[in-house]
């Protein structure tokens, strides 16, 4: 399997940790900063994300000596990935629109299919099963404010 | 002050012998081993599983619940790294070494009986050190003022991202990483909306269960479907074979004592993680051996070292946890944020105030180590099956349990999208080899450090020398350079050797 990462990784976290500081100050700056004895809410995160920008460019900078650890990282498994979001969100939006009962299958059969092992009859399965503890376990003994079914 | 230990624990048992809290007890410790044996689960992913569960119960049976998963875990975490040489939990990796040799010799479940006795030996002694030590600490802990909490906060901190494996600067950015998400939601001293980009539900911040769940369980997901191998032959162990015999008891006497002491040790100090603290352990059984070409090859003295050292460790962790407020790393983090969900702030007051809570916690840990005694033994033929279940089946089914669990907690679907995406950020942060723990250290801590420390200036009237003209807080602030120091020095002597190792070759 070929590596994601063409350089070395501590540059892409390293510049992923510059971004995510700039943001967090460019964001912070935007609350009152107030004065060292009389802070206002945005002097803290201000300070931590400049200190983090800081210390994503000291990751940066230290990684030219080149451990060689970046080959080593197998290729994205879009499957596990897409499979997994995917089946998360069918939770949130199936839950929402049609109630318990088609959510968990949703989730659970999804995510199944982001095993490349798993049937399509050992997802539905398993899925079926899920439903059932969902019924059981959730809805029935820990009476969990969510209605099997919902319409619309 | 010790007759009154003494007493509290006395009154601690009384508590932890309620039925009702026994009963979480147990039920804590039989999930927690269960969710501790299967493949990939750690102590984390446990306690971030069950925590909405405890968001309806009252603090005292929550906590007992809590703790007896965490330890439930760790023993059920052994069992998987003996028998089938699966590291479930990073710590027990050191105990694969010797523990699956000793397996295939046909003494896996002696190694089991043993690994047990000598965890619960170390657990007991924890506890011990945990009675006494804590009102001592506590007298301390009332003459912290701002400055002081701050500048053990900033030890802790510094301590927890950089003492773990990996490098040093990427635990801190991890643990910057987790204040910055502390800091969303209303600002308490001005009531403010910071980083809520208009959300109204992210006024009251992020959910803890949502970050503990996305980063090490959805995380792990992400990164382990389709790539964990696991083995899937397991080795019977009947109740007979794991009843050690006298002179075996004996041998295994000195490394679990020993063990047991170097974990007490690294559990009075913040921020050493329970790896690192086994694979010292099994690091000095092997030195102090006079065989150590044994090891490796299935020796005993390898497997009972770790597993009492990770007990000890365990046990003593709960001191700052609780008397300080400061977790020592992200589980007791996570038990901290349980804590202050249930409105108890854990620091010097807790005993006096919740005694019930603080004692019963310390009796329920015995009871709890003695029901896991006690479990284990009948038990073993049922985990060593459960170890069997294929991880294809296990994910999706977690998924749903996650999906749920987040839902309980305030009947919200928002919280579900929140773990997605602390899931897909920490297996992103993973993946270029960030630790992830510290994220939750600093994101618990997160909202304190804030408020001490501008409490600290408004108290000097902005001068920040108020963090060394103090002594107690100077001589923390004095550790946190220490550390930095030494952290710098040993980081570039690391990179020195391995480019001395690239020369060579």
């Excluded at chain 1, 499957?79 to 989730?107: E, K």
């Excluded at chain 1, 899920?130 to 619309?152: P, S, T, Y």
């Excluded at chain 2, 579900?416 to 897909?424: D, K, N, P």
């Amino acid at each position: 399997m070929r590596s994601l990462f063409r350089y070395n990784k501590d540059y892409y976290g390293g510049a992923l940790m510059i971004l995510i500081g700039l943001a967090a100050a460019y964001v912070g700056k935007s609350y009152p900063l107030g004065t060292l004895a009389r802070m206002g809410p945005g002097f803290f995160p201000t300070a931590v994300g400049v200190i983090l920008a800081a210390i994503g460019l000291a990751i940066a900078l230290s990684a030219g000596s080149g451990t060689g650890e970046s080959a080593a990282h197998p290729a994205f498994d879009w499957r596990a990935w897409g499979a997994i979001i995917g089946g998360t969100l069918a939770f949130i939006v199936v839950g929402d629109y049609g109630g318990l009962v088609p959510a968990t299958f949703a989730i659970v059969f999804i995510s199944a299919l982001g095993d490349k092992e798993n049937t399509l009859k050992q997802a539905l399965w398993l899925s079926l099963g899920m439903v059932v503890i969902a019924i059981v376990v959730f809805w029935w003994a820990l009476q969990l404010q969510f209605n099997l079914f919902r319409w619309g | 002050m010790i007759e009154q230990s003494l007493l509290g624990l006395w009154y601690g048992f009384g508590v932890a012998f309620e039925p009702h809290n026994l009963m979480w007890s147990l039920f804590g410790v039989l999930v927690g081993n269960l969710i501790g044996v299967l493949p990939g689960m750690g102590p984390l992913s446990a306690i971030s599983i069950l925590l909405p569960l405890t968001f309806g119960m009252h603090p005292v049976p929550a906590i007992l619940m809590l703790a007896g998963i965490f330890y439930g875990s760790q023993y059920g975490g052994a069992i998987g790294a003996i028998l089938l040489n699966l590291p479930c939990h990073p710590p027990h990796a050191v105990t694969c070494l010797d523990g699956y040799p000793l397996t295939k010799q046909g003494k896996g479940g002696k190694a089991l009986g043993l690994a047990m006795l000598a965890s619960f030996f170390a657990a007991s002694f924890g506890i011990l050190v945990m009675i006494f030590f804590s009102p001592l600490l506590v007298a301390v802990a009332f003459k912290f003022g701002p400055s002081e909490i701050f500048s053990v906060m900033l030890l802790g901190l510094l301590a927890g991202s950089t003492m773990s494996r990996g490098s040093p600067l990427k635990g801190v950015a991890m643990v910057l990483v987790g204040l910055l998400c502390g800091v969303v939601g209303t600002d308490v001293n001005s009531g403010m909306m910071r980083f809520t980009f208009g959300v109204p539900e992210l006024a009251d911040g992020v959910s803890l269960v949502a970050i503990a769940l996305g980063l090490f369980a959805v995380g792990d997901f992400l990164l382990n479907v389709n790539r964990a191998v696991y083995t899937t032959h397991g080795a019977g162990v009947r109740v007979r074979d794991m009843l050690p015999t006298w002179a075996e008891l004996k041998h295994a006497f000195m490394p679990t004592l020993r063990g047991t002491l170097i974990g007490t040790l690294f559990g009075a100090m913040p921020g050493t993680g329970p790896t690192i603290t086994t694979f010292l352990a099994y690091a000095f059984e092997r030195k102090v051996s006079k065989t150590p070409e044994r090891f490796g090859h299935g020796a005993m003295e390898g497997v009972v070292s770790p597993e009492a050292a990770s007990h000890s460790k365990t046990q003593v962790d709960f001191i700052p946890t609780m008397c300080l407020g400061i977790p020592g790393d992200p589980i007791m983090a996570l038990i901290l944020g349980a804590l202050m969900i249930q409105g108890i702030a854990p620091g010097p007051q807790l005993i006096t105030e919740h005694p019930d809570l603080f004692w019963g916690l310390i009796a329920s840990f015995w009871v709890g180590n003695v029901l896991l005694l006690m479990l284990n033994v009948p038990l073993i033929g049922i985990w060593t099956k459960v170890l069997q279940v294929p991880y294809r089946y296990l994910f999706p089914s977690a998924m749903f349990f996650i999906a749920v669990g987040v839902f309980s907690t305030n009947n919200s679907l928002f919280e579900i999208g929140e773990v997605l995406a602390f899931g897909a950020f920490g297996a992103v942060f993973a993946a270029l080899n960030f630790p992830m723990a510290p994220i939750l250290l600093g994101f618990v801590l997160g909202p304190m450090v804030e408020e001490n420390f501008r409490r600290a200036l408004l108290l000097s009237r902005g001068s920040m020398l108020v963090f060394i003209q103090h002594p107690i807080s100077a001589a923390f602030v004095g550790a946190s350079a220490l550390l930095i120091v030494v952290q710098t020095v040993s980081y570039f002597r690391g990179t020195r050797g391995k480019l001395g190792v690239l020369q060579a070759t």
